[in-house]
């Protein structure tokens, strides 16, 4: 009986998971289409976030290697 309980907490804790990864991922879609409404020098906010979030990562891998 012990291994059927657990089974159904992991199954439990799987599905609040998922619901949570979609709560996310449409806030990040709406966050993505709010910022494309705003342009910086003929580059809209999202473009320029991304290429910031890049050149940090950038950064980061050249210091890791």
Do not use: C, H, P
């Not at 992991?10 to 599905?15: A, D, I, K, R």
């Not at 966050?31 to 990562?57: C, H, P």
């Amino acid at each position: 009986m012990k291994g059927r309980e657990k089974l159904i907490d992991v199954m439990y804790e799987n599905q609040k998971l998922r619901e949570e990864n979609m709560t996310l991922k449409e806030l990040m879609e709406k966050a993505y289409e709010f910022m494309k409404q705003f342009v910086i020098d003929g580059v809209n906010l999202l473009e320029r976030f991304l290429e910031s979030v890049w050149k940090v990562v950038g950064k980061v891998s050249k210091r890791t290697k």
